[in-house]
């Protein structure tokens, strides 16, 4: 397998800086971009297995950069925010950025954060043996990493996908925000935990509400009788 390729934009040449140096001494190819169309124009030619995009950027702003990837891609978007665009930070998970980081962030944290992705998206599904889930109404196939509800099948991310199937895995037990965060985004995560209610929201937008339950002040449990 080839190096994984990472695409940086950010229009603070200092975070580029540190941010493409720890990139370079991991291995990872890299492309940088310090504006919106630009950062769009290098997605498009570069096809960065992911992405790390700011939200504010001169030219065409964070949110409509992602809202235009997410027209042609499924790549994994790590979003970069200040601790003042609250607004915006749920705007940019709403429209499909998988995790986000608040400014100021330890490269070292974001390091973390973009091998766990890899890890996660370049595991083969042929890997140990093949799984398929069924209950009620819900069929996961882990091989093809397809789901159907009833006969109908449902188009998920590869996130959701994730998601789902742990869930399943533990049919009827709840599942804290950080066991989710653990088990589906591959680590530990001290901060705002609003990322996983906006992917499961997804989730029962695109599988329906009656499979999800929340338990309140615990978690999330699947349920499919």
């Known amino acids: 397998m080839g190096k994984s390729k990472i695409l940086v934009i950010d229009d603070e040449p200092s975070i580029l800086n540190v941010v493409t140096a ?18 769009l124009k290098a997605f498009r030619a570069f096809k960065p297995d992911l992405v790390v995009l700011d939200i504010m950027l001169p030219g065409m702003d964070g949110i409509e950069v992602l809202s235009q990837i997410r027209r042609e891609s499924d790549v994994y978007v790590i979003m970069l925010t200040a601790k003042s665009e609250e607004v915006d930070k749920v705007v940019g998970l709403s429209i499909g950025a998988d995790d986000y980081l608040t400014k100021p962030f330890s490269p070292r944290e974001l ?115």
Not at 180 to 204: S, T
Request: glycine fraction near 10%; proline fraction near 2%.
């Open 22 to 39: 720890y990139l370079r001494a991991e291995g990872y190819e890299y492309n940088t971009a310090e504006d919106g169309p630009s950062g």
């Open 111 to 225: 390091m973390a954060r973009i091998k766990a992705a890899l890890r996660r998206l370049q595991k083969s599904p042929v890997e140990g043996e093949r799984k398929v889930l069924t209950s009620a109404h819900v069929r996961i196939d882990s091989g093809s990493r397809r789901v159907w509800i009833d006969d109908s099948e449902v188009e998920l991310t590869s996130l959701e996908f994730d998601l789902l199937s742990i869930l399943a895995e533990h049919h009827g037990m709840v599942l804290s925000r950080e066991q989710l965060l653990e088990k589906a985004w591959g680590y530990d995560y001290f901060g705002d935990l609003r990322v996983v209610d906006v992917h499961i929201g997804h989730l029962r937008q695109k599988v329906g509400s009656d499979y999800i339950e929340t338990v309140r002040g615990a978690g999330y449990r699947f349920e499919d009788r």
